[in-house]
C-alpha cells in the first residue's frame, strides 16, 4: 500500500490563556491510496476540525501533515490552493453548486479551470449517481438531495488522489445515502482515491475500510 497522507502528533488549540481550549488531541493517523476512513463521534467533539486540518483548510497548532510526504506547512499558501484544487475532493453539508450553470456546465468550469476534458467520465458519475435525466438542469430546478449528488459526482470529477466528505448524505433519504456511500467506496478502490468521510448514520460503517471514533479531540479506532 502507498501511503498519501499522514498526521504525526498533530494538535489543534484556539483561544489563550484561561479560554485557550484543545480541540484536538496529540493524533497521529495513516491513510493509504484507495482507503476508505470514517470519522464518527458526537456534535463537538473535533471531527470537522480534523477534517479540515488534513484538508489543508487550516493548519494545526503542532504536529505535522504530510500529504506524499510532503510536509504541507513547508509550502506557501498558493502552493497549498493548487494542493486543494488538484489533489483534494471537498464534499460539504452544503452543495455550493454555482446557481446559473446547469449540472453538465458545472464539470464543463472544473475542465476549463484543470486544462482537461472528459465528459464521458462525468456522465459515468453522473449516472452511478441517478442523475443522467438532471443533466441540463440548473441548481434551482433541484432537490436538495440531488443538488447534493451533483456535488459529490463534481468532487469526484477530476480523480483527486482524497476526498473529504463532511456528513455528505446529511440531505438525502435512506436509499439515496447508501448509492451515494457506495459510489464512494466503489471510486476510493477503482481509482486508489483516498477517502475520509465525517457522518453520524451508523448504516453506513459497512462500506468503510476503517471507523475512527473522536471524542473530546481523541481519535481512536472503533
Known sequence: MTTVLELKQITKTFGKGAAMTQAIQPTDLTLEAGEFITLTGPSGSGKTTLLTIMGALQSPTRGAVLLNGQDLAQLSEKQRSKVRFEKYGFILQASNLIPYLSVTEQFKLVDRLSR??????????LQ???LEKQKNSLPKMLSGGQRQRVAIARALYHQPQVVFADEPTASLDSKRAHQVVQTLKETAHAHKTAVVMVTHDESLFEYTDQVYQVRDGQLSRQ
Open 116 to 125: 482537461q476534458d472528459n465528459q464521458a467520465y462525468a456522465n459515468e458519475l
Open 128 to 130: 452511478s449517481l441517478g
